[in-house]
């Protein structure tokens, strides 16, 4: 076998690897779709998830258990395990997420989805394609988003509308900037588990969880843009 055929024989690895990522985080993105939509669409589901303060803080504090579990145990799970906490996780975020429905209009959300669909898309080809080096970028987006959850943190008490546009716009460009960081740093981590097929199936099921979280804020910095807009005008 020669250097050019193990070469592609690599690049075609890391190429179905990505595909399952990406078939996995629209899996999600579906899972959580399909879940928002019908508590929104029922008045029963709506009033006893978001209109019950304890459920609400229960359901966000389960998010980030499964959120840091996937995380830091991922290794130690089963890739089973691994994919039911993903699948569990988008379904409660299709809970959380149903709010919009009620607090946004129907065409800002389809206008979100559509933009940061887009910007998702073009940002994530560009950290495939990219021959630079953008773990320097993915640092100070780091610190770009702590800051921005110091600042929104603040704003729940300063309830300052030009702050949260503010901040809406920065998070734009922050989770805009991770997706290409993140799609670069995920095909990057692929050579640590090529050959483990349990390891990558897993790690494919990580890559979904991290690509998914970027794309959620995106377009929930993009519907709050929007939907500030056209109640501003």
Same mark, same amino acid.
């Given at each position: 076998?020669?250097?050019?055929?193990?070469?592609?024989?690599? &690049?075609?690895?890391?190429?179905?690897?990505?595909?399952?990522?990406?078939?996995?985080?629209?899996?999600?993105? %579906?899972?959580?779709?399909?879940? $928002?939509?019908?508590? $929104? /669409?029922?008045?029963?589901?709506?009033?006893?998830?978001?209109?019950?303060?304890?459920?609400?803080?229960?359901?966000?504090?389960?998010?980030?258990?499964?959120?840091? $579990?996937?995380?830091?145990?991922?290794?130690?799970?089963? %890739?089973?395990?691994?994919?039911?906490?993903?699948?569990? !996780?988008?379904?409660?975020?299709? *809970?959380?997420?149903?709010?919009?429905?009620?607090? !946004?209009?129907?065409? /800002?959300?389809?206008?979100?989805? *559509?933009?940061?669909?887009?910007?998702?898309?073009?940002? /994530?080809?560009?950290?495939?394609?990219?021959?630079?080096?953008?773990?320097?970028?993915?640092?100070?987006?780091?610190?770009?988003?702590?800051?921005?959850?110091?600042?929104?943190?603040?704003?729940?008490?300063?309830?300052?509308?030009?702050?949260?546009?503010?901040?809406?716009?920065?998070?734009?460009?922050?989770?805009?900037?991770?997706?290409? !960081?993140?799609?670069?740093?995920?095909?990057?981590?692929?050579?640590?588990?090529?050959?483990?097929?349990? *390891?990558?199936?897993?790690?494919?099921?990580?890559?979904?969880?991290?690509?998914?979280?970027?794309?959620?804020?995106?377009?929930? !910095?993009? &519907?709050?843009?929007?939907?500030?807009?056209?109640?501003?005008?």
């Amino acid at each position: 076998m020669t250097a050019r055929t193990i070469a592609q024989s690599a &690049v075609s690895a890391v190429s179905i690897y990505m595909r399952q990522v990406y078939m996995w985080m629209t899996a999600g993105l %579906a899972i959580t779709a399909v879940t $928002a939509f019908a508590v $929104a /669409s029922s008045p029963d589901l709506q009033m006893a998830i978001l209109g019950n303060m304890v459920i609400m803080i229960a359901l966000i504090v389960a998010q980030f258990g499964m959120v840091i $579990a996937l995380g830091a145990a991922i290794h130690k799970m089963s %890739a089973t395990t691994a994919t039911a906490v993903f699948i569990a !996780y988008s379904a409660l975020t299709g *809970l959380t997420l149903s709010s919009i429905f009620v607090v !946004y209009p129907i065409g /800002s959300i389809a206008n979100a989805f *559509l933009t940061a669909t887009g910007t998702f898309l073009a940002m /994530s080809v560009y950290g495939t394609v990219t021959k630079r080096d953008l773990t320097g970028m993915g640092n100070f987006l780091m610190m770009g988003l702590f800051g921005i959850i110091i600042a929104s943190i603040v704003n729940i008490f300063l309830a300052s509308s030009m702050m949260d546009f503010v901040i809406s716009c920065i998070g734009v460009l922050i989770f805009t900037g991770l997706t290409a !960081y993140d799609t670069q740093k995920l095909q990057q981590m692929y050579a640590y588990y090529a050959g483990d097929p349990e *390891l990558a199936e897993k790690a494919s099921i990580y890559g979904a969880l991290t690509l998914y979280l970027d794309f959620i804020n995106i377009f929930l !910095y993009v &519907v709050r843009l929007l939907g500030n807009n056209r109640r501003r005008n």
